[in-house]
């Protein structure tokens, strides 16, 4: 029997583990094959490697849920404890290649919660992929909206994101509108480059089969037959949200990205993205995903860093 122990830093012990440990009590019901036991700020694991993993997956992403919403319950412990179950039952159809880049590499979900997100997206017509830069939640995003494309299930791709902050002041920047949006949507671009062909790209560009644009030309819209990805929705206000969840029109997908540790919105502004998954939380049909920093998959410092300022946060 092998062991594991997790030593936890800067938790409350009875936000997370629960009052008289009911979280981790829990927990241990689910693998009753297997021996957690909690004592102070150590939980031990005791069982079997496969058992072992499927544990320490379930404690991080309990630990990334009490780092963003400061308390672990009950009703948090049992969803995680089927999600993880799901994702072990699950097909491998999650790890297959999603579209094949211009330069000719595959393009697929890489970790875990990047395999989650592909899941959600084809469970959901609505799906929050909520965590820090570089976790590929954008750039999976993109790859789920071009597949989409090129199976002809969507005719058109429309990707936005709020430019300049939230407020979308782009007056004081020189140029006409697109070179004024440009650098903001720069990511997407070069994400699409990677995917579509510059030609093809073009084409699509120009005949609004792909359409990028800042959020605010999406009001009075009614978005149908698209695959829609909202991107940077951190910084949204609760307003600007609202007004583009109730684009959806019919046959329509959409993905909204977010970090809610960028947020650039002035301090007396709530962000439209924390709001909504507040309120959003409990519907049928809306995926929520969070990502973390074991799905960094820019250089190997990244998640390093990710990981001192989140010490250093707390």
């Not at 789920?144 to 902050?165: F, G, H, M, Q």
Request: charged letters at 25%; a neutral charge.
């Amino acid at each position: 029997m092998l062991e594991k122990i997790i030593t936890l830093e800067n938790v409350s012990l009875v936000d997370f583990l629960g009052v008289e440990n009911q979280n981790i009590k829990e927990l241990a019901t689910a693998f009753p094959e297997s021996k957690i036991i909690s004592r102070g700020n150590e939980i031990r694991i005791q069982g079997t490697a496969p058992q072992i993993l499927q544990i320490n997956d379930i404690l991080n992403s309990l630990l990334s849920h009490y780092n963003r919403f400061g308390k672990v319950t009950h009703d948090n412990v049992v969803s995680f404890i089927k999600k993880e179950d799901e994702d072990s039952q699950a097909p491998t159809s999650s790890d297959e290649v999603l579209v094949y880049g211009t330069r000719g590499f595959k393009i697929q979900a890489k970790t875990k919660n990047q395999r989650r997100l592909v899941k959600s997206a084809v469970e959901n017509d609505l799906v929050f992929a909520i965590g820090p830069a570089g976790t590929g939640k954008t750039y999976i995003s993109v790859a789920l909206a071009v597949k989409a494309l090129k199976n002809k299930d969507v005719k058109k791709i429309i990707i936005t994101r709020p430019a300049v902050e939230a407020g979308e002041n782009l007056g004081f920047l020189p140029g006409d509108l697109q070179e004024k949006i440009d650098p903001y949507l720069r990511p997407i671009y070069d994400a699409l480059g990677d995917m579509v062909p510059s030609e093809k790209l073009k084409y699509y560009r120009e005949n609004g089969v792909i359409e990028i644009a800042p959020l605010a030309y999406m009001r009075g819209r009614t978005l149908n037959n698209a695959y829609v990805l909202l991107d940077e929705a951190q910084n949204t206000t609760p307003m600007q949200l609202k007004m583009f969840l109730t684009r959806m029109g019919p046959n329509s997908k959409v993905i909204i990205t977010g970090d809610g540790s960028q947020i650039d919105l002035p301090k007396n502004q709530h962000s439209g993205l924390a709001e909504a998954i507040k309120v959003l939380r409990d519907i049928k049909g809306i995926g929520f995903v969070e990502l973390d920093g074991s799905d960094v998959v820019r250089h190997k410092l990244v998640k390093d860093i990710i990981k001192a300022y989140d010490k250093h946060d707390k």
